[in-house]
């Protein structure tokens, strides 16, 4: 086994907190901005980039479990990418379509 990277009893909670938090964030930003079709952008962005950070720790736990880094390494990192990468990809076309009907809402209030 090679050194770890960083003590796991110290720091593998980390990454999953602060994707718990992120989520939240994200999540309460979704729920009442996409609904009235307000600061897609932002959302879409906040969104994509806890996206891409869960791809990256989720491709760093896999290179900490493929350099025989101890337990509490890659599973510190990998599992919070991996539950990052399922679940924010799984609500994405959730979070599009909310976007889509706020659109078209919109759209019809105008033809009135």
């Not at 964030?25 to 996409?34: D, F, K, M, P, W």
């Not at 900490?64 to 539950?83: E, K, R, S």
């Not at 994405?92 to 706020?102: E, G, I, N």
Request: hydrophobic share 45%; net charge positive.
């Amino acid at each position: 086994m090679t050194e770890p990277w960083f003590d796991p009893n110290t720091f593998a909670w980390i990454p999953g907190t602060l994707l718990g938090v992120a989520g939240g964030i994200e999540g309460t930003l979704v729920g009442s901005l996409a609904p009235r079709g307000k600061l897609k952008t932002l959302v879409m962005g906040v969104h994509f980039t806890i996206l891409g950070i869960c791809g990256t720790l989720l491709i760093v736990g896999i290179v900490a479990l493929a350099t025989g880094q101890p337990y509490g390494v890659w599973y510190g990192l990998g599992f919070p990418g991996m539950l990052g990468v399922v679940i924010l990809g799984s609500l994405t076309p959730l979070v599009r379509k909310r976007y889509a009907q706020a659109e078209l809402r919109k759209s019809m209030a105008e033809d009135l």
